[in-house]
């Protein structure tokens, strides 16, 4: 430890974001979700469904297959986590689970057109994004141990301020040089680069075998920097005893009001999240008719505000503490959930756009930056939130009850959109759900106290 400066274990920590947010900006969000929802709506089609209904069905697809992923996570978060307090070396459990991330993602390479596979494509994603969740849950652990509790506000948005930096770049590299439309050419015009086969969209799948390689390479400092001090490993225990003290502090829970409030709270909110991170590329495709062109610009929009504002969100939750900012990103993201839920290509609100009017664009166009914008303060904030309610003797417990608090209904903002979008046949309604959501978690954040259970 003596050799590793502060400076580089902070810098070091920081990079997993970098490495890791990829896997949401490319994958979930802005390439491959749009290029699953694209492949099953045509081979729908193909079969005779009609094109609304196969848009629909397209959402709901990668909404159950997303709603299974959170339910793997929500179960086994806690467990894994009071394991890893229990015996220590949380970074045996981050090596292995990035393992899962990378042959998750290296593996939606095979989801050619030809021979596309809903259950294939989901379970590869599935497995990359677990293993991107458990990553993230051991890493997160380790934030109380690298700086004052009074600057970890600033370090967490300065970690997510590089993650989406780094999703920016990685958007800027895919789509210009890779990632082609229908006709096989990219956002340039040409054909995707090192030869690859536009007709059979290998430079779209490359986005797969990209994300794996970006975060082998971006977790090297990772590896090379942090270490676990001695007084984070705490050999104390068996598994017996890591069940017994987690089963201690999930029934102190209610009793912990605080904590339970803002756990609950998050439940909600980060479920909503995620769940225009992972249905506003396709409900743009589906309702707005974008080209993935069009979508990569709104990645890259979306991106870029959630790079800025985790920054200096991170310097507002510095200066006045996690709450505020908590609660100014949820009404801002129900906002922008009105208007998507009210807006079509021909009017907002009932109010009409002039033929061919490019307004519904420029709107949604915004909506993505103030998602983009929330959304980094709103988990910039949330993870200072976590340290401020974790116990120190078992910090990656409290962090897999965070992660559970955020996936213990994962499957619920997927599967409410699935099932409206189902009932409904309207991908636009089919949003609707995620205003409700939003709004119960502001309503419980009135129960949190700024400073934790042990403060006011």
Not at 24 to 50: D, R
């Amino acid at each position: 430890m003596a050799e590793i400066s502060q400076k580089k274990r902070v810098w070091g920590w920081m990079m997993f974001d970098w490495a890791s947010q990829p896997y949401n900006t490319l994958l979930l969000t802005f390439i491959f979700g749009p290029y699953f929802a694209e492949m099953v709506t045509t081979n729908l089609m193909g079969s005779g469904v009609p094109e609304e209904l196969a848009k629909a069905k397209a959402q709901a697809y990668w909404g159950w297959g997303l709603a299974i992923s959170g339910l793997i996570i929500a179960i086994t978060a806690p467990v894994l986590g009071a394991f890893a307090d229990s015996s220590g070396h949380r970074m045996s459990w981050i090596k292995l689970f990035s393992v899962f991330y990378i042959v998750g993602a290296f593996g939606l390479w095979w989801t050619a057109p030809d021979s596309f596979s809903i259950i294939w494509a989901l379970a590869f994603f599935g497995i990359g994004f677990i293993g991107m969740e458990f990553t993230t849950i051991f890493t997160n652990s380790m934030l109380p141990s690298l700086v004052p509790r009074e600057d970890t506000g600033k370090i967490s948005g300065s970690g997510f301020a590089l993650g989406y930096w780094g999703g920016v770049l990685a958007l800027a590299i895919m789509f210009p040089l890779f990632v082609e439309n229908a006709n096989g050419v990219t956002l340039l015009g040409n054909p995707p680069l090192l030869g690859l086969d536009g007709a059979t969209r290998e430079g779209t799948r490359l986005v797969g075998p990209f994300v794996a390689m970006w975060f082998i390479i971006g977790m090297i400092p990772f590896f090379l920097w942090v270490r676990e001090k001695p007084a984070d490993v705490q050999i104390e225990g068996n598994t017996r005893d890591a069940l017994r003290g987690l089963w201690q502090t999930l029934k102190s829970l209610p009793k912990r009001h605080s904590m339970f409030a803002f756990l609950t709270s998050s439940l909600f909110y980060r479920d909503a999240l995620n769940g225009l991170y992972g249905f506003g590329a396709l409900y743009a495709k589906g309702v707005l008719g974008w080209e993935i062109m069009m979508i990569g610009v709104f990645g890259v929009i979306s991106a870029i505000t959630a790079a800025i504002f985790a920054y200096f969100g991170g310097i507002l939750d510095k200066k006045f503490g996690p709450k505020p900012v908590l609660i100014g990103t949820i009404i801002a993201l129900i906002t922008v959930c009105i208007i998507v839920v009210s807006m079509t290509r021909e009017s907002l609100f009932g109010f009409a756009f002039a033929p061919d009017s490019q307004m519904p664009d420029i709107i949604f166009f915004i909506c993505g930056g103030v998602i983009g914008a929330a959304g980094g303060m709103l988990q910039a904030s949330s993870r200072t939130m976590m340290v401020r309610h974790a116990d120190p003797e078992r910090p990656t417990e409290a962090f897999g009850l965070y992660a559970l608090s955020g996936k213990a209904t994962a499957f619920l903002a997927p599967a409410l959109i699935a099932l409206v979008s189902e009932i409904s046949g309207n991908q636009r309604i089919g949003i609707t759900p995620l205003i409700f959501l939003f709004g119960i978690s502001l309503v419980l954040l009135v129960w949190v106290k700024p400073q934790g259970d042990h403060g006011t």
